[in-house]
């Protein structure tokens, strides 16, 4: 239960630091912080159940394309996050999708996928210490 909490809080970092970074992510949570906590509880439950099948199954592409394919997976389930959250009426949109598909909003997926990955490595090595001592 800590474990997912803390899950929870590193993709908050992360996503708040997407929305501050990148243009094309939109997200109006203003002062109700538990928009952006429930973002990063759809976040970090796609990524512990949904991601690891999804790894395994496109295990072959990302073999051909040398790991690149990997950075697409990310996107799309950025954009995953974002569908659902709109579904929530959470107010978390990526270039305009949803409702609207583009390669703005692909692109934009893609970078907010980065910055959330890199966050999470930094504030994992931060976590890893937590885990070693407790």
Excluded: C, E, H
């Excluded at 976040?43 to 950075?71: D, E, Q």
């Amino acid at each position: 239960m800590i474990d997912l909490a803390v899950k929870v809080l590193i993709n908050a970092v992360g996503v708040y630091a997407a929305i501050q970074l990148v243009p094309q992510i939109d997200f109006a949570f203003g002062n109700d912080w538990w928009k952006l906590l429930a973002v990063a509880l759809i976040l970090a439950l796609v990524n512990t159940y949904l991601k690891p099948i999804l790894k395994a199954l496109s295990f072959p592409i990302t073999l051909l394309s040398m790991g690149l394919f990997a950075f697409v997976l990310n996107a799309a389930l950025l954009l995953l996050v974002a569908f659902l959250s709109d579904k929530l009426s959470l107010g978390f949109t990526i270039g305009g999708f949803p409702p609207g598909f583009s390669a703005d909003s692909f692109v934009g997926a893609l970078l907010g996928s980065i910055v959330i990955s890199v966050v999470g490595i930094l504030l994992g090595m931060v976590n890893a210490g937590r885990r070693i001592v407790a």
